[in-house]
């Protein structure tokens, strides 16, 4: 053997070595292509990459269904004690885990980063009769069940939205034609070819659309008016409403604490960094941040909080 040969064979070694190392760092995204859980991992990281806070490689997998469940139940069962394999997930997630009885336990993951905040709006058809939310409300006083109106997944934040109007505006949240849809893209074909009367979603989902002229966008869940969005309030139109879809990273369980800390850290960074900023006004998306175990906590309250309206609004038992 050439002894110059052999070195160059263990430098070549080496990178393969390192490369397969990075190419470790696995991101679940359990939801279809496109959605919001999609656009903010990979978002996410590619602004984590623009920023040099981690350039190594990413690999993605979407899993939908089931408000996050099937794809975070595969993240829990595969990704166990990997040392750097995360989840994107969010509030719709918390809902969907008591309407699908998913085995899910989401105290048992490592908490990384609350990451964005945004709000929901109601959108009809750009040439729909319903120019107001009371306007809409009207229609779904009349005939709840008649007035199909189109969101995220059963037990969602959007589900949980069309629940809190309804109770608000003294209609039977029992009497809701609420029907889940596979993402934005697919609520907007329902609003405009009329299998839907409304629609519900964030607003960087349905924003793009309402600016070509396809749908109307009626209010938002804000408390106050958004500066660059001229739509009034649920509460400005009269029903006590404010909520909004949060979005964070989970590591996988019995991640070991080093990593665990170092990817705190790294999401950390990315929150103070420009790339990022740049990203969450693109997408209208509100800063969020929360870390680790603070995340935890967050979590674990608002567990409570969003099943003690599933059962208020009588979604679930």
């Not at 794809?71 to 166990?80: C, P, S, V």
């Not at 998913?102 to 319903?130: G, N």
């Not at 019995?254 to 990817?263: F, G, I, R, Y």
Request: glycine share 12%; hydrophobic share 45%.
């Amino acid at each position: 053997m050439k002894f110059p040969s052999f070195l160059a064979a263990l430098a070549t070694t080496a990178l393969l070595c390192a490369g397969a190392a990075q190419a470790q760092v696995s991101v679940m995204l359990p939801a279809n292509p496109g959605g919001g859980w999609d656009s903010t991992g990979r978002q996410a990281f590619q602004a984590m990459q623009q920023a040099g806070i981690y350039t190594g490689t990413v690999n993605f997998t979407n899993k939908g269904g089931a408000g996050g469940t099937i794809g975070l139940a595969d993240f829990q069962r595969a990704q166990k004690g990997k040392p750097d394999a995360l989840a994107v997930f969010g509030a719709i997630t918390v809902g969907a885990i008591t309407l699908n009885k998913s085995p899910i336990d989401l105290s048992k993951f490592k908490p990384v980063a609350r990451l964005t905040a945004e709000y929901l709006v109601l959108a009809v058809k750009a040439d729909a009769p319903y120019k107001t939310l009371g306007d809409f409300v009207e229609a779904l006083k009349a005939n709840p069940g008649g007035t199909p109106v189109g969101g995220g997944s059963a037990g969602g934040v959007d589900h949980i939205a069309l629940a809190l109007l309804a109770q608000s505006a003294g209609v039977s949240v029992p009497k809701l034609n609420y029907i889940p849809q596979a993402g934005g893209a697919d609520t907007v074909t329902g609003i405009v070819n009329g299998t839907l009367k409304a629609g519900i979603s964030g607003i960087s989902e349905f924003q793009q659309f309402a600016e070509s002229g396809r749908i109307r966008i009626l209010a938002i869940t804000t408390s106050d008016r958004l500066p660059n969005l001229d739509v009034p309030t649920f509460k400005e139109a009269g029903y006590d409403v404010e909520i909004a879809n949060w979005r964070g990273i989970l590591g996988s369980i019995d991640m070991p604490e080093a990593n665990h800390k170092e990817w705190v850290d790294r999401f950390a960074r990315l929150n103070d960094s420009d790339a990022w900023k740049a990203v969450l006004a693109k997408q209208g998306w509100d800063a969020y941040f929360l870390p680790g175990d603070a995340f935890g906590q967050f979590i674990q309250s608002e567990s409570g909080r969003i099943n003690q309206i599933l059962k208020d609004a009588g979604l679930a038992k």
